[in-house]
């Protein structure tokens, strides 16, 4: 228990980290102590060895037994280096924590496995069938006077959004009104030229927006969709501000709506494969990188290793700048267009 609480203060104090990390921390060494029936100064590494066989065998993910392991060697570590816990293991039981996760035993974050195939890129003909289906949707709505056709525009932008810029369903619904500034560099894109927002972990994400068409699409949602999906006594402004987009209560969005206008999206172009937000995500990275290279990439997406971008990075990119400018093109001219008529 003195181990744990000083791994605990010196997670959530030099750490800066919240109560979670501490307690995923805690979770997994209780979880491997449970497994070994043994105290800390008797874990050996056969024992590592037979416990990750074990999660891989239940069918635990690489990344999650990657984290396990790294809970582990940090535990191991911070009761080494605290002389007064390990001074006092050593006189009471006569012996000294080893670090068990050593290199020759770790999982490394380099691997060709740890990709799931699963959730791989959209190709250009399937990003301009989701477009495509999505304006079809929106104009038989318009026609029809229904009331779902702000939400099909809403979910428009959200899916252009994603494709554009790569963000995980979580920024995305943080985004707000004040978290778009200029680009100096690149006056046709307006105030949308640079996407400021808490990602995962809430770390800061600052991309920059590699199309223009991206920009109008905002415009033309904030301009003639947003504003109906205000409603009286309700306030669309919280902790990260005036929300940009707006559940039909007229709060800020949910990350299931996000997830949901994902999929019906995919759904509305009849792909085969079930479109998630982490799929544009992937088509993001794929269909970018050729664009920007592979180190703005990274840094666009937030990732702390080349190796996990290259992960989301699928080998279907020629012809990549003038087929997604024209996928995403398509969905503002056509908003655009409508636009116009309703106008006349």
Avoid at 130 to 136: C, I
Avoid at 169 to 195: A, K, M, T
Avoid at 309 to 337: K, P
Wanted: charged share 25%; glycine share 6%.
């Amino acid at each position: 228990m003195v181990a744990f609480d000083h791994v605990r203060a010196h997670t959530k104090g030099s750490k800066g980290q919240k109560d979670g990390s501490a307690k995923n921390r805690e979770d997994a060494v209780c979880a491997f102590i449970e497994f070994t029936r043994k105290a800390p100064w008797e874990w050996t590494l056969e024992h590592v060895d037979k416990y990750f066989k074990v999660l891989s065998d239940q069918g635990l993910k690489l990344p999650t037994r990657r984290g396990r392991q790294v809970h582990l060697r940090v535990f191991c570590n911070y009761v080494i280096a605290d002389r007064t816990i390990s001074n006092g293991i050593k006189r009471a039981f006569g012996c000294d924590v080893h670090q068990i996760i050593t290199p020759l035993n770790s999982i490394l974050h380099r691997n060709p496995i740890e990709s799931d195939r699963h959730r791989v890129n959209l190709n250009y003909d399937e990003v301009e069938k989701v477009f495509d289906a999505l304006d079809e949707a929106a104009d038989i709505a318009q026609r029809a006077h229904c009331r779902s056709e702000h939400t099909l525009l809403r979910d428009k932008t959200i899916n252009s959004v994603m494709y554009g810029t790569g963000l995980r369903e979580e920024s995305i619904q943080r985004l707000s009104l004040h978290s778009f500034s200029p680009n100096p560099d690149r006056e046709q894109f307006g105030n949308f030229g640079v996407v400021n927002v808490l990602g995962k972990g809430d770390k800061l994400n600052q991309v920059t927006l590699l199309d223009p068409a991206v920009a109008r699409m905002l415009e033309f949602y904030l301009s003639d969709v947003r504003s109906r999906f205000l409603r009286p006594g309700r306030s669309p402004t919280d902790e990260w501000g005036d929300a940009l987009f707006l559940s039909e209560r007229g709060t800020r969005i949910g990350k299931k709506a996000i997830y949901r206008a994902a999929l019906r999206a995919g759904e509305m172009a009849g792909l085969a494969k079930r479109l998630f937000p982490h799929i544009w995500r992937h088509t993001y990275i794929t269909h970018s990188r050729p664009l920007q290279g592979p180190d703005n990439t990274q840094q666009q997406v937030s990732h702390t290793y080349s190796s996990t971008t290259d992960g989301y990075c699928h080998r279907d990119v020629e012809n990549t700048a003038s087929i997604m400018d024209s996928a995403i093109q398509h969905t503002i001219d056509s908003a655009i267009r409508k636009a116009d008529s309703d106008e006349t």
